[in-house]
Nanobody
Framework: MQLVESGGCAVQAEGSLRLSCGASGDTYCRGWFRQAPGKERERVAG??????????FYASSVKGRFTISQDNAKNTVYLQMNSLKPEDTAMYYC??????????????????WGQGTQVTVSS
């Protein structure tokens, strides 16, 4: 399984970006982490699709500004980021898992990880 992220770049505060995470195989769960220099890795958002339902979660720091979605035809998950703030600056990593109970697992336990895409927000 390979994950490929894209969409990161430099943007002004209050701007928007859309990150993409494409996968080479099927997954039940996919999510985004971020890590800024000198800071701990932070879970940003996740999405689970299985058993006829879709579940999403968001970190409190991004709720209302970020939206995670998926395009099943393209096997791609998106993270729409609006009203970006300088504190959103980080390397963003996509993570995924193919286990049916992955929605019960911490994002940090997911099996597959991308290489990351850099988001830089300037004030």
């Amino acid at each position: 399984m390979q994950l490929v992220e894209s969409g990161g770049c430099a943007v002004q505060a209050e701007g928007s970006l859309r990150l993409s995470c494409g996968a080479s195989g099927d997954t039940y769960c996919r999510g985004w982490f971020r890590q800024a220099p000198g800071k701990e890795r932070e879970r940003v958002a996740g999405i689970y699709s299985g058993s006829g339902r879709t579940l999403t979660f968001y970190a409190s720091s991004v709720k209302g500004r970020f939206t995670i979605s998926q395009d099943n035809a393209k096997n791609t998950v998106y993270l729409q980021m609006n009203s970006l703030k300088p504190e959103d600056t980080a390397m963003y990593y996509c993570a995924a898992d193919s286990r049916r109970d992955c929605h019960l697992m911490p994002l940090s336990k997911y099996d597959y990880w991308g290489q990351g895409t850099q988001v830089t927000v300037s004030s």
